[in-house]
């Protein structure tokens, strides 16, 4: 460690000729090391080791479960709809391959574009860099479709970041969420590649019988040649998609067929354990569950928030189920916990807290109301097949509001005790 | 970690409250209950600093080589020239050292073998009127003993206080035990406590422990005169702002005194013995300290001679007060006059290889996302002078109010604070807050954000507007 430690000193580039290396260096540098900087005395002498890194980090710790499983859910959708290996562990090889294969594009485009952005304008500020885009790094491949256009996702990133974060003074500043603003920037900019029944099934031109997979060198030649050595299942360019299968999502069916449909198509436990077409990393609940009790039993995230937007949706999805005109809402109040990426927004979305409701009582308005507008965009609203995101980034532009009536109220009751 | 909310049964009728938001911090280097018989403390310095409110320059009467009992006026405030501070020890004044732009920093007096004191001419209090009691305080050096919140002024000697507050105990890392510090001066105590019976138009209020096994000292649930509250609560439930929070609120034109229990004694000894009694029982605190133990000594002592004795190591911060809102001294400085407590510490200057990632420190956490943190139970921790990371903006929310039992917006003020809004900064209640209440906001900020440097400056703002 000191060797590299002195290499690192080695390496300083000069702050005022060479901002933008200087603020990639510093990164590298403070994420290998914790800088020697002592309290300056003019406040606490002692501080929490706690600091945002490690603060980020465990959020992106919490995103883990759902990035493996996303991962292997795509290879599963891929070949289910080949009718190829559909028991879920078997082709396993193949199924993480695939994943890989087009997860990890996404990933990496995702960091180069967003943390490129990061560098530029922490250079800029003659700032270390903030840590703000590890979470919404992290976040923004497990909402988009696995087959998302890189170029479209590198557009997308950049307008998150630059036009969502940095015009307003960087990570702490934005109003709303970075990650939902890379995917409201793909949903309205370019919908097609991020809406109907087609894109949520990854590795096909369209979803239709007799369709061809598109393997490329990747498939084919390095996967197929390690698959080789050990003597497993390969890539075959010659499968094609079977009769019948759609590709649709539950809340697709549900939208004409209600419930009954749905389960004629997925059974629950594959909708709970996340079998299912969607976003990468939407599916899996009790995996989602795991990543967000350790974020929320930390502390990190206010389970205030996510609490009363349970509340929310259960209750509006009650009173849905009495009313009960249309088929999305004959659905069980509870199986709205199973579809979509309920669980994701409210546990990593709702929560982040620099676009959250600052104050207490605000965050239970806040989560509610998430939770509320979610259900009303998801069950009432024709041309928007979920409600999340756009319940989100709503109550994000109402959250600085919320907190000013609460903060306003609370001023009042001081002076007027004055 | 969890704090019942059991009745102690020592409180039997008084008046108790319970705060549950706050966080003790549970470090190494707790002082025994035994003094320090090694230490002698040559000098001893009266700093016009210590006391807010004062003007930087104020006019000197002594010089160089003088001859000063204990109880000897050394200065005056040039703007209220009824502010007298007077020598804490008897002996020769050996230098008037200056700070920037000339301003007075240290009146340095090398004590006699012997403290010698001034005589007074105490008052009966039985018999006083306020004004003539007053006037008697301001003569006698007493004045600025006491604290004028909001701001902790030097008080203006014409304004009558709502009330006055006195902590009896300190929830601070490494505190001194004031069950302790004030063994065997009672009797000054339960004087000084009848001194301030005078000069306010509504009461003294005595904030008590409530988090002990056993009851506090007498002096303190026995003082006479005066209304008692236990206060059940981790830190920072001994400070006395918080104390007023939940007793009785400083409200818009208020103005309240506080003061610290030393300070009474003071106070008390005046009337109780015609002196200037300016002893102090300091705790020496800290993990870099061999043996932690008490000091008697006396006020504005010399923190070089202090240390001299005691510490393990060179590399060190030796802090006057406490860790949380304590102030660095460097060598040949001296205690300020308020606290009754020295830190000494490690200096945390060294790089901790993936240190935010995986935690190699046991020093002291809010946060439950270390895993060690689920099973302190009370352990006590390391602790160095490491910020941990990087200052950010401010990110997280919902967490600083945790460690502030007070009805009030710590991230809120802050930034009204910083955007300069007078009108904000008064309405989420900067008024009722002091530097220290808002210290553990401070030690647990992920974004490392000073708290207490913007709180001053909003302080500052605020004496500037009116």
């Given amino acids: 460690m000191k060797r590299i430690l002195k290499y690192f000193k080695k390496i300083e580039p000069d702050k005022l000729k060479k901002p933008l290396l200087f603020s990639m260096w510093e990164s590298f540098f403070t994420f290998f090391f914790v800088p020697k900087d002592t309290t300056s005395g003019i406040g606490t002498h002692i501080k929490d080791r706690m600091d945002l890194k490690r603060l980020m980090t465990f959020v992106v710790i919490g995103l883990i479960p759902a990035y493996i499983f996303g991962i292997y859910n795509i290879g599963h959708q891929h070949f289910l709809a080949l009718g190829q290996f559909t028991d879920l562990s078997a082709g396993w090889n193949l199924k993480i391959a695939h994943g890989i294969i087009k997860l990890l594009p996404i990933f990496v485009v995702t960091m180069v574009i967003g943390l490129g952005w990061e560098f530029v304008f922490a250079s800029k500020k003659g700032e270390g860099i903030e840590e703000g885009f590890l979470v919404s790094g992290a976040l923004i491949p497990l909402i988009m479709p696995p087959d998302i256009p890189l170029w479209i996702l590198a557009i997308a990133i950049t307008f998150a970041v630059v036009l969502g974060k940095e015009v307003f003074g960087g990570t702490g500043m934005n109003i709303w969420n970075v990650a939902l603003l890379a995917r409201i920037f793909v949903f309205f900019a370019y919908p097609l590649a991020i809406s109907g029944d087609e894109v949520w099934i990854s590795g096909f031109d369209k979803i239709a019988a007799g369709v061809s997979p598109n393997y490329g060198w990747f498939h084919t030649g390095l996967f197929n040649t390690i698959f080789d050595w050990f003597g497993w299942a390969k890539f075959d360019p010659g499968w094609s998609i079977v009769d019948g299968f759609t590709g649709a999502t539950p809340l697709a069916i549900a939208k004409d067929g209600g419930w009954d449909a749905v389960t004629q198509v997925y059974s629950t436990s594959d909708m709970l354990w996340g079998t299912i077409p969607g976003s990468i990393g939407e599916t899996s609940k009790p995996l989602l569950l795991l990543g967000g009790l350790l974020i929320l039993l930390t502390g990190i995230a206010d389970w205030r928030i996510t609490i009363s937007a349970i509340i929310g949706i259960a209750l509006s999805g009650f009173i849905f189920n009495m009313w009960g005109i249309t088929p999305l809402m004959t659905i069980p109040w509870y199986y709205h916990f199973y579809i979509g990426g309920a669980v994701l927004a409210i546990f990593f979305m709702a929560t982040d807290p620099v676009t959250a409701s600052s104050t207490f009582r605000g965050k239970w308005i806040y989560g509610f109301m998430i939770g509320v507008i979610g259900m009303l965009i998801r069950v009432i609203n024709p041309a928007y097949p979920e409600g999340w995101m756009l319940a989100i980034l709503f109550m994000n532009s109402f959250a600085p509001l919320i907190d000013h009536f609460i903060i306003s109220k609370h001023i009042k009751k001081r002076l007027k005790s004055e | ?466």
């Fill in chain 2, 1 to 466: 970690m969890f704090n019942s909310n059991k009745k102690p049964d020592y409180v039997a009728g008084n008046k108790i409250i319970y705060l549950n938001r706050g966080l003790n911090i549970n470090i190494k280097g707790k002082a025994k209950k035994a003094y320090f018989d090694d230490i002698e403390i040559k000098n001893y310095a009266v700093q016009p600093g210590n006391f807010r409110g004062v003007v930087p320059i104020p006019k000197v009467v002594v010089e160089n080589g003088d001859i000063v009992k204990s109880g000897d006026l050394l200065f005056f405030d040039k703007k209220r020239p009824e502010l007298k501070f007077v020598a804490p020890v008897s002996g020769k004044v050996i230098a008037i050292r200056r700070g920037s732009r000339r301003s007075i920093k240290q009146v340095v007096i090398e004590a006699d073998e012997k403290i010698s004191y001034k005589s007074f001419n105490s008052p009966d209090l039985n018999s006083i009127d306020r004004e003539t009691l007053v006037d008697f305080l301001l003569e006698a050096g007493l004045w600025p003993l006491i604290r004028q919140r909001p701001y902790d002024f030097v008080p203006d000697k014409d304004i009558v206080p709502q009330n006055i507050f006195i902590s009896t105990f300190d929830t601070a890392p490494l505190a001194a035990d004031m069950n302790f510090v004030i063994e065997g001066r009672e009797k000054d105590f339960q004087k000084g406590l009848d001194v301030l019976n005078k000069l306010t138009s509504g009461k003294v209020f005595l904030g008590l422990d409530a988090n002990k096994d056993s009851a506090p000292s007498d002096a303190f649930t026995k003082a006479k005169g005066v209304e008692k509250t236990y206060f059940r609560g981790p830190h920072p439930s001994g400070n006395v702002g918080i104390q007023i929070h939940h007793t009785a609120p400083i409200k818009a034109e208020d103005k309240v005194w506080i003061l610290g229990v030393q300070e009474v004694l003071t106070i008390g000894a005046m009337f109780e013995n015609n002196i200037y009694d300016a002893r102090r029982v300091i705790a020496i605190t800290g993990d870099e300290v061999i043996d932690a133990k008490y000091l008697k000594t006396y006020m504005g002592a010399d923190v070089s001679d202090t240390v001299k004795v005691c510490i393990k190591n060179i590399k060190c911060r030796v802090i006057s007060g406490n860790v949380l809102a304590g102030e660095t001294k460097m060598f040949g400085e001296y205690l300020n006059a308020f606290d009754s407590q020295v830190t000494i510490i490690k200096e945390g200057d060294d790089y901790v290889p993936f240190g935010w990632l995986i935690s190699q420190k046991k020093t002291p956490t809010f946060w439950k996302a270390f895993l060690d943190q689920w099973f302190s139970f009370g352990k006590e921790m390391d602790v160095d002078t490491n910020t941990n990371g990087q200052k950010r903006a401010f990110v997280a929310t919902g967490i600083y109010e945790k460690v502030l039992p007070m009805d009030i917006y710590p991230v809120h003020l802050m930034k009204a604070i910083l955007a300069g809004d007078i009108e904000q900064m008064e309405g989420l209640g900067i008024n009722e807050l002091a530097e220290e209440d808002l210290a553990l906001c401070e030690f647990i900020c992920p974004s490392k954000q000073e708290f207490q440097a913007i709180l001053r400056d909003g302080h500052r703002i605020m004496i500037e507007q009116a």
